[in-house]
């Protein structure tokens, strides 16, 4: 992928939470989205859609997605890289 595009980022669940939440980092530990509202595409599966800037560092990007269902929390974490193809 390179900067200054979208990234569709999908998750599906085993069970419906009652919030789901996602958290983009850089490769220089810069936060670019924290704890953001995942949209409900279904009643178990959610999406965010990330706008990269051209201006954002190249590199490994990591996704923290937390799934909250009353006491029960689950934690999933996932990486992408993005590119300078100037």
Not at 12 to 20: E, V
Not at 37 to 49: N, Q, W
Not at 56 to 69: K, L
């Amino acid at each position: 992928m390179r900067l200054g595009t979208c990234i569709k980022i999908d998750v599906t669940l085993d069970t419906a939470p009652s919030a789901c939440t996602i958290t983009i980092t850089d490769s220089a530990d810069t936060v670019k989205v924290s704890a953001a509202a995942m949209s409900m595409v279904t009643t178990l599966k959610y999406r965010y859609i990330f706008q990269s800037l051209a201006t954002d560092i190249a590199g490994r990007y990591s996704v923290t997605i937390e799934a909250t269902s009353g006491v029960y929390e689950a934690v999933a974490q996932a990486f992408f890289t993005l590119l300078n193809l100037e």
